[in-house]
T-cell receptor, first 116, second 114 residues
């Protein structure tokens, strides 16, 4: 199994809703990432979990709350989002962290989020 | 400042033709350079990873080159197919710890037409 699975694939939510994005991998990877990607732009790093601990938070607003329940799962809890938060949210994983030489990043297919 | 620039921004080619995409970077200290293919609305898929000592690496019809002295890379696609239509993203990794050390280019949007 060399897949990173993200659910849901599409999500439409209002600004007062609370929703969660889920990510799962069973490759034994110990680093997991959340990226945000706007149309025709490169992915922007949001969070990095290394060995189930938050190691990088790229100054992301608190309306985005990550959670890593175990080494295979990564969630992103959403609350009180703004329309400008509409984007493709990508989860990725790697064996350790991108510090490692030749570390290969595996991306999920993403969740396309629309905030109304 | 660590930057990755790609050219052209977009490219349209006929099916069966070859093409070359360019990536220039200023990332330092350099660790490795990756090329990804991203279909619209999907996650990027890794094509190649090259370290400082590697000049070329192939993956089927995709061949990446790296000149670490001039800090340039190219991705050559041979005998293009309709399924090659996608964005191709160059990502450079810096040899740093405890930081966001992956730098993404803005991508080249390739369209292959019949």
């Amino acid at each position: 199994d060399t897949e990173v699975t993200q659910t849901p694939k599409h999500l439409v939510m209002g600004m007062t809703n609370k929703k969660s994005l889920k990510c799962e991998q069973h490759m034994g990877h110990r680093a997991m990432y959340w990226y945000k990607q706007k149309a025709k732009k490169p992915p922007e790093l949001m969070f990095v979990y290394s060995y189930e601990k938050l190691s990088i938070n790229e100054s992301v607003p608190s309306r985005f709350s990550p959670e890593c329940p175990n080494s295979s799962l990564l969630n992103l809890h959403l609350h009180a989002l703004q329309p400008e938060d509409s984007a493709l949210y990508l989860c990725a994983s790697s064996q350790h962290t991108s510090d490692s030489h030749n570390e290969k990043l595996f991306f999920g297919s993403g969740t396309q989020l629309s905030v109304l | 400042k660590n930057q990755v620039e790609q050219s052209p921004q977009s490219l349209i080619i006929l099916e069966g033709k070859n093409c070359t995409l360019q990536c220039n970077y200023t990332v330092s200290p350099f660790s490795n350079l990756r090329w990804y293919k991203q279909d619209t609305g999907r996650g990027p898929v890794s094509l190649t990873i090259m370290t400082f000592s590697e000049n070329t690496k192939s993956n089927g019809r995709y061949t990446a080159t790296l000149d670490a002295d001039t800090k340039q890379s190219s991705l050559h696609i041979t005998a293009s197919q309709l399924s090659d239509s996608a964005s191709y993203i160059c990502v450079v990794s810096a040899r740093e710890t405890g930081a966001n050390n992956l730098f993404f280019g803005t991508g080249t949007r390739l369209t292959v037409i019949p």
